[in-house]
């Protein structure tokens, strides 16, 4: 395969394993217009740097090991980065950051990721994004977050060992929440995001707010690698 071009066939979780009927479905996704309009407007145009690229421009499945007790969930893929690379925080500078603090908690082979056949293994960890794909200014609508509710709920469902879902940002954590509202008679009211604040839920998991490692957070001192490997270590620890 060539990186520059990825194909449903490269992505590994699309070809084998419990969730490949999901994302051979999800991949296919059109639900939303104004996102699918997008999405495909950043594939055409691209950006400079990858003018040799052929973007991804759909949904993106999450990617991980599927026996893991920690999720991770983000926010939707970057526009240049899994919009292009077809792979959840993969060569974007969320990316970059998160990726080099999960190696340095050891949930990591390596500590970079740039496209689908860089190499990288995870330990113990899943990741996805709550909404599958980019959305203008990175700010979805709620019909579009509902819209794409389901395919995190399946995704949940199959992925059996999770203990912990650690929830990048306050939209990714009211996403989880969502899902934790259709199953339990909870208020959001109840479970306010924070960094680095944890809520026992009632089914035994543990939902956890971490701030997102985006380069606006990080770029402002909101968010840096020591506040990561914290709650990274943190969460290790509880397991
Ligand atoms: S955001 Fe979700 S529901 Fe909307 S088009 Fe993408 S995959 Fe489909």
Redesign the pocket.
């Given at each position: 395969m060539s990186h520059l071009n990825p194909k449903p066939k490269d992505h590994p979780l699309i070809v084998n394993g419990i969730l490949s009927g999901l994302y051979n479905e999800?991949i296919e996704?059109?639900?939303?217009p104004r996102?699918?309009g997008f999405?495909e407007k950043i594939a055409k145009e691209k950006r400079k740097q990858y003018l040799n690229w052929n973007y991804w421009g759909k949904?993106i499945p999450g990617y991980g090991d599927i026996n893991a007790r920690i999720l991770l969930v983000g926010l939707?893929p970057a526009a240049h980065g899994g919009n292009r690379t077809a792979r959840v925080f993969t060569g974007d500078k969320s990316a970059d950051f998160l990726i080099d603090s999960l190696y340095a908690a050891g949930l990591t082979n390596q500590p970079h990721s740039t496209s689908l056949d860089d190499g990288l293994i995870m330990n113990d960890i899943f990741m996805t994004p709550i909404?599958?794909?980019v959305?203008p200014q990175d700010k979805?609508k709620a019909e579009?977050?509902n819209?794409?509710s389901?395919?995190f709920q399946t995704e949940l469902k199959f992925l059996k060992n999770v203990k912990i879902i650690l929830a990048l940002g306050k939209i990714g954590f009211d996403g989880c929440l969502k899902y934790f509202q259709t199953k339990y008679d909870i208020k959001k009211k109840d479970f306010p995001f924070g960094h680095n604040v944890n809520y026992h839920m009632p089914d035994k998991k543990i939902l956890w707010g971490c701030y997102h490692p985006s380069p606006r957070n990080v770029n402002t001192g909101r968010m840096n690698k020591d506040m990561m490997l914290n709650v990274l270590n943190r969460i290790k620890k509880k397991l």
């Open positions: 999800l996704c059109k639900k939303c996102i699918v999405r949904p939707a909404l599958k794909c959305p979805p579009e977050l819209n794409c389901n395919y």
